[in-house]
């Protein structure tokens, strides 16, 4: 059986439809989620949801008995929250006997990365690496969903800041991202321990600009600016304060090239690569 954690949330939940798509049914996929009254679609359609919390390591038995593998979607929060997340679903899956998790981690785990998101991945590759369990980490990059959210300035002023200097990355989005995901977990063996599941270019924000800007037919600038004064204006937009600072700080890293990586691990998962940054743009930000 294979078990996606956190199903309830946008990633988990594409992962689950992925994997029915790909498998052709729902025998043998099953998912775990805080509150199986917001599951009620998956039991409908005849998936097995159980409980499982990551704060609740008593509800993990359960949630894990009989799971062959495992895809364990990352949590969000501090990094000590996170972290310790992780561990006790680890160390669940260990104890339940599962066979092989998979894991969606970041394209960021480096450890003179300036990112709080790289110390939370680089953590939970490690306790998935001591745990003795078979493991794979798919890294996802940046999710192309949030480019909306991250470019809205625009919309009023023609122009958005971030603090990510000429620093290039690549975008993905998280259907995408979940098809890579479920064709890990359903392949009879992977080649590596470690997906870079990158886009085939990166592109700077000026670049990013530049696509929305042909997309949507008008124009978008992108200025760079400090990672304090990023980290400022999103806690004056209401962020709490360590979320605020976690997004500021992992544009630093894309300016000191973390985020600039680019593999062909996506298409060796799926069969082709993923949309290049025009589609995206123009199905995000296209005047239909
Ligand atoms: N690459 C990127 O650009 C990017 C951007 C944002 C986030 N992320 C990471 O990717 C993850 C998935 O993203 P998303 O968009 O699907 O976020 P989301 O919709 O907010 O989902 C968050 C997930 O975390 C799970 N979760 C939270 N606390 C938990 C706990 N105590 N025990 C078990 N599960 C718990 C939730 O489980 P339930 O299903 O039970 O609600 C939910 O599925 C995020 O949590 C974050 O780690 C990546």
């Given at each position: 059986m294979i078990l996606v954690t956190g199903a309830n949330g946008q990633l988990g939940r594409r992962i689950v439809d992925q994997l029915v798509a790909r498998r052709g049914g729902v025998a043998g996929i099953a998912a775990?989620?805080?509150?199986?009254?917001?599951a009620?679609?998956?039991?409908?359609?005849?998936i097995v949801v159980r409980q499982g919390?990551?704060?609740?390591?008593e509800t993990l038995a359960d949630a894990f008995a009989g799971v062959d593998k495992l895809v364990l979607v990352s949590t969000d929060?501090?990094?000590?929250?996170?972290?310790?997340?992780?561990?006790?679903?680890?160390?669940?899956?260990?104890?339940?006997?599962?066979?092989?998790?998979?894991?969606?981690?970041?394209?960021?785990?480096?450890?003179?990365?300036?990112a709080d998101f790289a110390a939370v991945h680089r953590a939970t590759e490690a306790d998935l690496a001591a745990s003795g369990l078979p493991f794979t980490a798919l890294r996802n990059p940046l999710y192309a969903d949030f480019l909306p959210m991250t470019v809205a300035a625009a919309r009023e002023t023609g122009s958005f800041q971030l603090p990510a200097g000429s620093?290039?990355?690549?975008?993905?989005?998280?259907?995408?991202?979940?098809?890579a995901m479920a064709a890990a977990a359903l392949a009879p063996a992977l080649a590596r321990q470690v997906y870079?599941?990158?886009?085939?270019?990166?592109?700077?924000?000026?670049?990013?600009?530049?696509?929305?800007?042909?997309?949507?037919?008008?124009?978008?600038?992108?200025?760079?600016?400090s990672e304090d004064a990023y980290a400022a204006a999103l806690e004056a937009s209401s962020l709490p304060r360590w979320l605020a600072r976690a997004m500021a700080?992992?544009?630093?890293?894309?300016?000191?090239?973390?985020?600039?990586?680019?593999?062909?691990?996506?298409?060796?998962?799926?069969?082709?690569p993923p949309r290049p940054l025009p589609c995206l743009a123009q199905e995000l930000f296209g005047s239909r």
């Open positions: 775990s989620v805080r509150d199986p009254a917001r009620a679609d998956l039991i409908g359609r005849g919390d990551f704060d609740q390591p929060g501090p990094n000590d929250v996170r972290i310790a997340q992780h561990r006790r679903a680890i160390a669940a899956a260990v104890a339940a006997g599962v066979g092989h998790i998979l894991y969606t981690s970041f394209i960021d785990v480096a450890a003179d990365s300036p620093g290039r990355a690549s975008f993905i989005s998280r259907t995408e991202l979940a098809d870079e599941l990158s886009g085939q270019a990166t592109h700077d924000y000026h670049d990013v600009a530049a696509a929305i800007a042909r997309a949507s037919g008008k124009s978008v600038r992108y200025q760079p600016v700080n992992m544009y630093s890293a894309v300016a000191a090239g973390k985020f600039d990586r680019v593999s062909n691990d996506f298409a060796a998962l799926v069969g082709h």
